[in-house]
C-alpha cells in the first residue's frame, strides 16, 4: 500500500508496467528511475539501452562528484528501486548502504534485486528524507538523486543530512534547477502549472536556482564542493521517456515529459550535479 501522504503518479505507472514484465520498462526504469547523462549527447540512438546506460553514468556522475570510499557508511535518500545502491554495490566493497524511500512499495523491488556483493552491507529503510530515522553523525556520505524536488522542504533535508553525517562528511546531489527568470515565471504562474506537471510528478518544486542551493549550504553548515551544469548532455533523455509513456498507455505523462523538454531545451530549466562538505 502506498503511504496516503504521497502521490508520484508516474510510480505508479511503473510499478504497474513492471508488473506486466513489459521489456522496454524493465530495460528503461527497472533500475534507475532518472535520466540519462551522455558525455556525447549526438552519439545517443534513442534507443531504451542507451538510455540505461546513459541513466547508469548519471548515477556514478553523481558518487563520484561526492566521493565515496572503502569502509564507508552511506546513506541514499529517496532511493527509488536501488539503482544506485546496485551500481555502488558492484563497484565497490566493504561500504555499509542505507537506502531510504518513502514508498514501501519501491523498497520491495529493491530488496528483491539488489543482493549484497563484496562484503557490502545493503538496508533498506521507510522514512522521510525531512525526518531521517538515523543517529547524529552516523553517515560519511549521504546521496539524493533526482529526488530532493519531492521533499517537502529542501532545507529541512539538508539540515537532517548535516545531522546525520560526520565531521567532514560529503553530500552529492543531482536536480532540476530553475533559471532566476524561470524561478519568477513559476511563482506567478504557480496556479496554472503545479497542477499540470503533478498530475504526472506529483510534488515537484524546481522553483530553486543554483543560488539558492549556495545560500542554503551557507545557512545549513555545507561548503559546495562541486557543481557541474549537465543539462545538455541529459536532452536524449527525453524522447526515450515519452516512448516509454507512450508503450504505457499514459498520453497525459507523455505531454508533461515534452513540456519539461521544451523548458530545458530553452535553457530555463537546468540539471545540474552538486556536492557538498559539512563545515
Ligand atoms: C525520480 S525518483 C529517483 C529515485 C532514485 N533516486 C533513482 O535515481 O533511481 C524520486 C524518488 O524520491 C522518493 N521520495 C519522494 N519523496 C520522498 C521523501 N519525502 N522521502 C524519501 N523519499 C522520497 C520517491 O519515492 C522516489 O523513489
Redesign the pocket.
Known amino acids: 500500500m502506498r503511504p496516503a501522504n504521497?502521490s508520484?503518479p508516474y510510480?505508479d505507472i511503473l510499478l504497474e508496467q513492471l508488473k506486466l514484465r513489459e521489456s522496454s520498462i524493465q530495460k528503461a526504469f527497472g533500475?534507475?528511475?532518472?535520466w540519462g547523462y551522455w558525455e556525447n549527447p549526438a552519439e545517443a540512438d534513442g534507443s531504451v539501452e542507451d538510455f540505461a546506460a546513459a541513466a547508469e553514468a548519471l548515477?556514478q556522475r553523481v558518487y563520484t562528484a561526492a566521493g565515496v570510499n572503502e569502509y564507508e557508511q552511506l546513506l541514499?535518500?529517496?532511493?527509488?528501486?536501488g539503482?544506485?545502491i546496485a551500481s555502488l554495490n558492484e563497484q565497490f566493497q566493504n561500504l555499509d548502504i542505507t537506502g531510504?524511500?518513502?514508498?514501501p512499495r519501491?523498497l520491495d523491488r529493491a530488496r528483491h534485486e539488489i543482493k549484497p556483493l563484496a562484503n557490502n552491507r545493503i538496508t533498506f529503510v521507510e522514512?522521510?528524507?525531512?525526518q531521517l530515522p538515523f543517529a547524529d553523525a552516523s553517515m560519511d556520505v549521504v546521496l539524493?538523486?533526482?529526488?530532493i524536488f519531492?521533499?517537502?522542504s529542501r532545507e529541512e533535508f539538508f539540515r537532517e543530512v548535516k545531522r546525520v553525517l560526520r565531521p567532514g562528511g560529503r553530500l552529492g546531489i543531482c536536480d532540476f534547477v530553475s533559471t532566476p527568470f524561470f524561478k519568477a515565471l513559476q511563482q506567478f504562474l504557480a496556479m496554472v502549472t503545479n497542477p499540470m506537471i503533478s498530475g504526472t510528478f506529483g510534488r515537484a518544486d524546481s522553483c530553486f536556482t543554483v543560488s539558492d542551493y549556495r545560500a542554503l549550504a551557507q545557512k545549513t553548515g555545507f561548503r559546495v564542493t562541486s557543481q557541474e551544469d549537465i543539462t545538455r548532455k541529459t536532452l536524449p533523455t527525453y524522447p526515450v521517456v515519452c516512448h516509454v509513456f507512450d508503450q504505457a498507455g499514459s498520453p497525459k505523462a507523455v505531454r508533461d515529459v515534452v513540456a519539461v523538454e521544451k523548458i530545458s531545451q530553452l535553457g530555463l530549466l537546468r540539471y545540474f550535479i552538486l556536492s557538498f562538505e559539512t563545515k
Do not use: S, Y
Open positions: 504521497i508520484m510510480f533500475r534507475h528511475v532518472h548515477c541514499d535518500a529517496g532511493c527509488g528501486f539503482g544506485t531510504l524511500n518513502i514508498d519501491q522514512g522521510d528524507a525531512c539524493a538523486v533526482e529526488c519531492h521533499f517537502p
